[in-house]
């Protein structure tokens, strides 16, 4: 069973296209994250919603606009993509409930989704 | 802001021998989490071990130890018996309450470990 899955895998496009990567997980976590890798490997936040609530919304250009439909799912839409957008983008869920005994502080992560803009 | 540092870019361990690798962290909370992710060729990211901070008892799994210095703000890996497969990136991560996505993971920049056969 997977716990955090995302479509797709690989991803080629061209400037200008427009894209949209999924995510899922079926943890019955209501946190969800989306993370950027760059080239160097450095990750870092972009989103986070808990219940389909946007929570965190980092210095991102506004390209890039997450959809939460319900708890489970977490999508990532980018318009007009660049080849500066070219990088790994990681989906993640946690339970993120204050006081939920075990593990509401562990993140766990897809396989990654790996974006190449020629 | 916080801050995780990780100052090994590389390391390397012979097959069967034990390597430690370095993190250290900013923070001036006093409650927060410490984990060490691993991600092998596959990119995948696999948590390896988690430290409460407010725990003073080092977390152990298995092959994978970490040394938690609180008041140096120190959370080291070791792993021991390596094996090929540890063959990874390495990242030191910190997150802190409330968990409901406030306050996401903060990573360094990772070590590359290498296993010699």
């Known amino acids: 069973d997977t716990a955090v899955s995302q479509t797709p895998k690989y991803l080629v496009t061209q400037m200008g296209n427009d894209k949209s990567i999924k995510c899922e997980q079926n943890?019955?976590?209501?946190?969800m994250y989306w993370y950027k890798q760059d080239s160097k490997k450095f990750l870092k936040i972009m989103f986070s919603?808990?219940?389909?609530?946007?929570?965190i919304n980092e210095t991102v250009p506004n390209r890039f606009s997450p959809k939460s439909p319900d708890k489970a799912h977490l999508n990532l839409h980018i318009n007009s993509l660049e080849l500066g957008d070219s990088a790994v983008y990681f989906c993640a869920s946690s339970h993120g409930v204050l006081g939920l005994a075990g593990d509401s502080e562990t993140q766990y992560f897809g396989p990654g989704t790996r974006l190449l803009v020629l | 802001a916080q801050t995780v540092t990780q100052s090994q870019p590389e390391m390397s361990v012979q097959e069967a021998e034990t390597v430690t690798l370095s993190c250290t962290y900013d923070t001036s909370e006093s409650d927060y989490y410490l984990f060490w992710y691993k991600q092998p060729p596959s990119r995948q990211m696999i948590l390896v071990i988690r430290?409460?901070?407010?725990?003073?008892q080092n977390a152990t799994e298995n092959r994978f130890s970490v040394n938690f210095q609180k008041a140096a703000k120190s959370f080291s890996l070791k792993i021991s018996d390596s094996q090929l497969g540890d063959a990874a990136m390495y990242f030191c991560a910190y997150s802190e309450p409330p968990f409901s996505g406030n306050t996401p993971l903060v990573f360094g920049k990772g070590t590359r470990l290498s296993v010699i056969a």
């Open positions: 919603y808990n219940n389909k609530e946007l929570i």
């Open positions: 943890l019955g976590h209501d946190t």
């Open positions: 430290q409460e901070a407010y725990k003073q």
